[in-house]
């Protein structure tokens, strides 16, 4: 059978529609198969007619480092043509209370002034903060080491790797986070390592076993901004389908794909949910590796050593999110475009049982989109979330019960929490709020389709993996997404497996293609 496209891309996320996008752009002609009636992945916006006007996107709080100097940046703009622009949060962006130190600190949306205000809190520190954030700049500066062993084959991958560790070419590629913290930099002050190793629960890993360079990209990105998309996720979602589109490619919904059809260690074709086979040069799934062998492979066509490669990581814990929707004039409470967060010990342990009746939860976050939001319009309809990361093993009991009154009251008991919460951050707003629903582990699994709810993907350790590339072991089938390097809502590893594809670094490609148009303006 000929194939009828260059390439088929299972899953819309921002893996799947990035790689579709940076193909397209190469002429190849690309199908995209989305399982749900709406693409975008978790950058699918969620609202609720019947209740009000309220619009919230479950997936997305903000987004770190799109400053224009940035790669996430450069690429975003290069796949969509400059269609999606980013509004920063207030310089005063993320407030964080550790409970536990009775300590709170505000976060600067400067890395520079982020640094001089810790020397200003810590002086009695300041040499060991000095030589922490050169760490971070010497790691910044070779952030394209981090991803570019994926560029290659297992045995390339695995050299790249070992070389970046025995000879020292990332700082402290031997040692994990606390390693550096304890025994490198000494760090006493215990507000100073609570404000430091605040990111640790993005990781999936607990800090005494987080690389110490993987911990620093990662906050890297943290330290270079946060920014909201204007109009919402939904805007980069909008702009790389018309990318994809306008290169003659197609993107498809309500299109569940049931089996990857595999001849002679060769991937030909997708099997879709009504029996019809449509066939490809190139399959590409998106929705995670593990959902890719566990959903859409026999268990003979599974690839024996990235099998073998997932038994050795977890996936990032999911989270509950509580959506709220305002209704009135909140311009009294100085709401700011800033985050609020409050934790009580080290969050990446999640120690805490929310299901359990005396639930003392630590580690909360509270956001407000429409403000951060640039384009929102109506000032008597505002929206928050609050998001706190947990485990999908405390939700599990509740699976095909979620209709009864136990789930139920579990489910009152956190909300009011989140509401009593929100009063203490912001006294009085607690009567605006005109609707509430939280979602579960469980109802995170149900909408993005991701196992136990994680849509993070693979702890950190992936990227370290030299078996979770691109290459998928069998002939023209490849994987992307968020299990292949980084998480969140970023390009790179969707740029990076249409890399693979063609045979050519699109990221070097897209990054000289927009230095090239920066000159001249």
Avoid at 394 to 401: A, N, R, S, V
Avoid at 510 to 519: D, Q
Wanted: glycine letters at 6%; a negative charge; aromatic letters at 12%.
């Amino acid at each position: 059978m000929k194939a009828q496209y260059d390439s088929i891309i299972i899953g819309s996320g921002i893996g799947g529609l990035s790689c579709a996008a940076a193909l397209a752009k190469t002429g190849q002609r690309v199908l995209v198969l989305e399982k749900n009636n709406s693409p975008g992945g978790a950058m699918r916006s969620f609202s609720d007619p019947e209740s009000g006007p309220w619009t919230w996107t479950p997936g997305v709080q903000w987004v770190c480092g799109y400053s224009k100097q940035t790669s996430d940046y450069i690429l975003l703009h290069e796949l969509t043509d400059g269609a999606v622009s980013f509004s920063s949060f207030d310089p005063d962006c993320q407030l964080k209370t550790f409970s536990d130190l009775e300590y709170q600190f505000m976060f600067v949306n400067d890395r520079n002034t982020l640094l001089e205000k810790l020397m200003a809190e810590f002086p009695e520190e300041e040499k060991k903060i000095i030589k922490y954030f050169k760490y971070l700049t010497d790691i910044d500066h070779k952030s394209d080491l981090f991803s570019m062993p994926k560029l290659f084959g297992p045995y390339i991958a695995a050299f790249m790797l070992w070389s970046s560790k025995t000879f020292k070419i990332l700082p402290h590629m031997d040692k994990s986070f606390t390693e550096v913290l304890n025994n490198v930099l000494q760090i006493k002050d215990a507000r100073l390592r609570a404000i430091l190793s605040s990111f640790s629960h993005y990781f999936g890993v607990p800090l005494d076993k987080i690389p110490f360079p993987f911990y620093a990209y990662g906050q890297n990105i943290q330290f270079n901004g946060m920014f909201y998309p204007d109009g919402g996720s939904q805007k980069i979602v909008e702009a790389l389908i018309h990318t994809i589109e306008e290169n003659g490619s197609e993107v498809e919904c309500s299109q569940a794909v049931g089996n990857i059809i595999i001849k002679k260690n060769r991937a030909i074709a997708v099997e879709i949910e009504n029996g019809a086979a449509i066939y490809a040069e190139n399959i590409v799934s998106g929705i995670g590796i593990s959902e890719t062998l566990s959903q859409l492979m026999t268990e003979k066509f599974k690839p024996r050593k990235v099998k073998a490669s997932l038994k050795q990581h977890e996936s990032v814990p999911s989270f509950l999110l509580l959506l709220i929707g305002f209704k009135g004039d909140l311009s009294a409470f100085g709401i700011k475009k800033r985050a609020y967060k409050t934790l009580f010990g080290d969050p990446s342990v999640m120690a805490n049982n929310p299901t359990e009746e005396e639930w003392e939860c630590d580690d909360i976050t509270l956001s407000f989109p429409s403000v951060l939001n640039s384009f929102h319009s109506d000032a008597d309809y505002h929206t928050a979330e609050i998001h706190h990361e947990t485990r999908y093993e405390y939700f599990e009991k509740y699976i095909g019960k979620t209709d009864g009154k136990e789930y139920k009251k579990v489910k009152e008991q956190i909300i009011e929490k989140y509401l009593d919460y929100l009063e203490t951050q912001f006294p009085g707003l607690h009567k605006h709020v005109a609707y509430t629903k939280l979602m579960t582990p469980i109802d995170i699994e149900t909408f993005t389709h991701h196992d136990k709810g994680s849509i993070f993907g693979l702890d950190i350790d992936k990227a370290a993996d030299s078996e979770l590339l691109p290459r998928s072991g069998i002939h023209n089938l490849y994987f992307t997404g968020q299990d292949l390097f980084a998480q969140g809502i970023t390009p790179i590893n969707g740029v990076l497996t249409a890399s693979v594809i063609t045979h050519k670094n699109l990221i070097k490609q897209f990054k000289k293609n927009y230095s090239s148009r920066s000159s001249l303006l």
